[in-house]
T-cell receptor, first 113, second 115 residues
Framework: GESVGLHLPTLSVQEGDNSIINCAYS??????FIWYKQESGKGPQFIID?????DKRQGQRVTVLLNKTVKHLSLQIAATQPGDSAVYFC????????????FGKGTLLTVNP | ETGVTQTPRHLVMGMTNKKSLKCEQH?????MYWYKQSAKKPLELMFV???????ENNSVPSRFSPECPNSSHLFLHLHTLQPEDSALYLC??????????????FGPGTRLTVT
């Protein structure tokens, strides 16, 4: 079936390093993708999105890359900080409905000082 | 914090109790959502309301009953829950007119424990 998943459930990095969190999707009709960050005790927080007509989008210290050929999405965080420690989810929307987002399980990012 | 608030933040209830979760969005959005978040599982969509009409009911047991009195408020009424219903219940909102925006904004959630 269609699914959105993550390659690695946990990622541990040193403060100041760059982090890369990966996500695979299988719905070829997906045309919109979002990355969320969820800190302990909080709801998911929107980080960045990308549409399928793009392959790269940059925000503040974050970059999302989309490879439609292999159905792969990644989130790159530059100069990772302790405050970046959280669970990161990717989500996809197929465009058939503006309502439905399909979420991955999440990757726990731990930043070591 | 986001423009979506939820109360209570924590709730412990017995299986015979009746309680309600409340969500309010201050973003002017026209769609609201209830999600269930359990440990080690992806977010599960429960209900979607668009323009105060329910447009999605994702095979949720009838012991969960949503209510959307207006575009800013969403409730989840709970009765005769089971221990496996213990989870974080998240409310979200979005603006669905046109295709320009589809991101959903989440509240902090209600941590529900059923004893």
């Amino acid at each position: 079936g269609e699914s959105v998943g993550l390659h690695l459930p946990t990622l541990s990095v040193q403060e100041g390093d760059n982090s890369i969190i990966n996500c695979a999707y299988s719905n070829s009709a997906s045309d919109y993708f979002i990355w969320y960050k969820q800190e302990s005790g909080k709801g998911p927080q929107f980080i960045i999105d990308i549409r399928s007509n793009m392959d790269k989008r940059q925000g503040q210290r974050v970059t999302v890359l989309l490879n439609k050929t292999v159905k792969h999405l990644s989130l790159q965080i530059a100069a990772t900080q302790p405050g970046d420690s959280a669970v990161y989810f990717c989500a996809e929307n197929s465009g058939g409905s503006n309502y439905k987002l399909t979420f991955g399980k999440g990757t726990l990012l731990t930043v070591n000082p | 914090e986001t423009g979506v608030t939820q109360t209570p933040r924590h709730l412990v209830m017995g299986m015979t109790n009746k309680k309600s979760l409340k969500c309010e969005q201050h973003l002017g959005h026209n769609a609201m959502y209830w999600y269930k978040q359990s440990a080690k599982k992806p977010l599960e969509l429960m209900f979607v309301y668009s323009l105060e009409e329910r447009v999605e009911n994702n095979s949720v047991p009838s012991r969960f009953s949503p209510e959307c009195p207006n575009s800013s408020h969403l409730f989840l009424h709970l009765h005769t829950l089971q221990p496996e219903d213990s989870a974080l219940y998240l409310c979200a909102s979005s603006q669905t007119s046109g295709r320009a925006q589809r991101e959903q904004y989440f509240g902090p959630g209600t941590r529900l424990t059923v004893t």
